[in-house]
């Protein structure tokens, strides 16, 4: 492709003349209408085409060795199931489905934007990958109203059980899949003779392209965002201030200072991964409403849209590492479990070898008898 052709911005890229985008996999409710007459020139960067497929390609395996971890140690696991374990299994399944579409991202990116693998999975990646945003998003922000309730009010905390928590599971679930019909419903494959790609892209109606838009970047912006942000920090300052307020000492405020790394590392982690890719959108929904018309800024946008995309992504990394292996119950788990299949291991290789050693013995005693 022509360094000039941005498969990511916003302009008419079919013979036909209808409005389409041809959209970074993690844009799944984008849109695009021609944003100002004459439309602005495309640019981008050679190096997404092959910048983007490396860093997915290491984004699969970190992510899905680190989630798979946590998933069997989690269900494998013989011990209680509490609230905590249910949203971090079920964090890290949603980053495995997410994960899972990757290599068809990377193939998407490496052959120039053209979609390789039919309508079909158009649709189902770019919906796993909306999905994927609001479901971990979401059980994110479960994880920090629990962490507060533990931690403010002790007492009423203990009367939590992982079925209430089965139940905020499935209406998160739920409510990440009716956010992310829209991407089910639009995405779909066209060809761009201009650039001669067959592209999955969404396909909203020419006649209500900015109106569409505009919803659904706002759409993302506030549920799968702000509102969370807003919950997550509300809460690790409420556990802040309580802890602070609680006199320590020895080990008791070693224990509460990790616990105020821990909270604080959320609110960093979850700003890392998600702020770029949403402030991004929302600058691209100022274009579509015309707020932004410098093509200079339009420019820029598109430019920094792979970067944000990474970072998304990257969150999928890391959230074995925040979530999990840095909980003292967590690494007892695992240590548990590798200690019972280093025993099981060690027990089959003894009955083998007992095995291997009866058996000459076991073979000369009728010959001797018949001789």
Same mark, same amino acid.
């Given at each position: 492709?022509?360094?000039?052709a941005?498969?990511?911005s916003?302009?008419?890229?079919?013979?036909?003349?209808?409005?389409?985008?041809?959209?970074?996999?993690?844009t799944?409710?984008?849109?695009?209408?021609?944003?100002?007459?004459?439309?602005?020139?495309?640019?981008?960067? $050679?190096?997404?085409?092959?910048?983007?497929?490396a860093l997915?390609?290491?984004?699969?395996?970190?992510?899905?060795?680190?989630?798979?971890?946590?998933?069997?140690?989690?269900?494998?696991?013989?011990?209680p199931?509490?609230?905590?374990?249910?949203?971090?299994?079920?964090l890290?399944?949603?980053?495995?489905?997410c994960?899972?579409?990757?290599?068809?991202?990377?193939?998407?990116?490496?052959?120039?934007?053209?979609?390789?693998?039919?309508?079909?999975?158009?649709?189902?990646?770019?919906?796993?990958?909306?999905?994927?945003?609001?479901?971990?998003?979401?059980?994110?922000?479960c994880?920090s109203?629990?962490?507060?309730?533990?931690?403010?009010?002790?007492?009423?905390?203990?009367?939590?059980?992982?079925?209430?928590?089965?139940?905020?599971?499935?209406?998160?679930?739920?409510?990440?899949?009716?956010?992310?019909?829209?991407?089910?419903?639009?995405?779909?494959?066209?060809?761009?003779?201009?650039?001669?790609?067959?592209?999955?892209?969404? =396909? &909203?109606?020419?006649? =209500?392209?900015?109106?569409?838009?505009?919803?659904?970047?706002?759409?993302?912006?506030?549920?799968? &965002?702000?509102?969370?942000?807003?919950?997550?920090?509300?809460?690790?300052?409420?556990?802040?201030?309580?802890?602070?307020?609680?006199?320590?000492?020895?080990?008791?405020?070693?224990?509460?200072?990790?616990?105020?790394k821990?909270?604080?590392?959320?609110?960093?982690?979850?700003?890392i991964?998600?702020?770029?890719?949403?402030?991004?959108?929302?600058?691209? =929904?100022?274009?579509?409403?015309?707020?932004?018309?410098?093509?200079?800024?339009?420019?820029?946008? $598109?430019?920094?849209?792979?970067?944000?995309?990474?970072?998304?992504?990257?969150?999928?990394?890391?959230?074995?590492?925040?979530?999990?292996?840095?909980?003292?119950?967590?690494?007892?788990?695992?240590?548990?479990?590798f200690?019972?299949?280093?025993?099981l291991?060690?027990?089959?290789?003894?009955?083998?070898?007992?095995?291997?050693?009866?058996?000459p013995? $076991?073979?000369?005693?009728?010959?001797?008898?018949?001789?």
């Open positions: 492709l022509s360094t000039s941005n498969m990511q916003n302009c008419s890229l079919d013979s036909s003349r209808e409005p389409l985008q041809v959209l970074s996999p993690a799944p409710n984008s849109s695009s209408v021609p944003r100002s007459p004459p439309p602005c020139p495309l640019t981008s960067s $050679d190096y997404q085409f092959s910048l983007i497929p997915f390609s290491i984004f699969f395996l970190l992510g899905s060795v680190g989630n798979a971890v946590v998933v069997v140690v989690l269900c494998r696991h013989g011990g199931r509490t609230v905590a374990s249910v949203y971090f299994c079920n890290a399944v949603a980053d495995l489905l994960l899972a579409t990757l290599p068809f991202w990377a193939s998407y990116y490496s052959q120039g934007y053209n979609w390789l693998f039919g309508s079909l999975m158009c649709k189902i990646s770019s919906s796993v990958l909306c999905l994927n945003m609001f479901a971990s998003v979401f059980f994110i922000t994880m109203v629990d962490r507060y309730r533990a931690i403010a009010h002790p007492i009423r905390s203990q009367r939590r059980s992982p079925h209430q928590a089965y139940s905020v599971v499935l209406g998160v679930w739920g409510l990440a899949c009716l956010a992310s019909l829209p991407t089910f419903y639009f995405r779909d494959t066209r060809y761009v003779e201009s650039l001669g790609v067959r592209a999955c892209i969404m =396909a &909203f109606p020419r006649e =209500a392209y900015a109106k569409w838009s505009v919803m659904t970047a706002l759409l993302k912006n506030a549920l799968g &965002f702000f509102i969370p942000l807003a919950v997550i920090t509300t809460c690790c300052l409420w556990i802040r201030r309580r802890l602070l307020a609680a006199q320590s000492f020895g080990k008791s405020r070693q224990k509460r200072d990790k616990v105020l821990l909270v604080a590392a959320v609110v960093v982690a979850f700003l991964s998600w702020l770029p890719f949403h402030v991004l959108t929302f600058l691209d =929904a100022l274009a579509h409403m015309n707020v932004i018309s410098s093509c200079e800024v339009m420019g820029a946008i $598109d430019a920094a849209l792979p970067f944000g995309l990474c970072m998304a992504f990257s969150n999928s990394c890391t959230n074995p590492l925040l979530y999990c292996f840095i909980g003292n119950q967590f690494q007892e788990k695992l240590h548990h479990l200690k019972r299949r280093v025993s291991f060690n027990s089959h290789q003894e009955s083998s070898s007992m095995r291997r050693g009866s058996c013995r $076991d073979a000369e005693t009728p010959l001797g008898r018949e001789e």
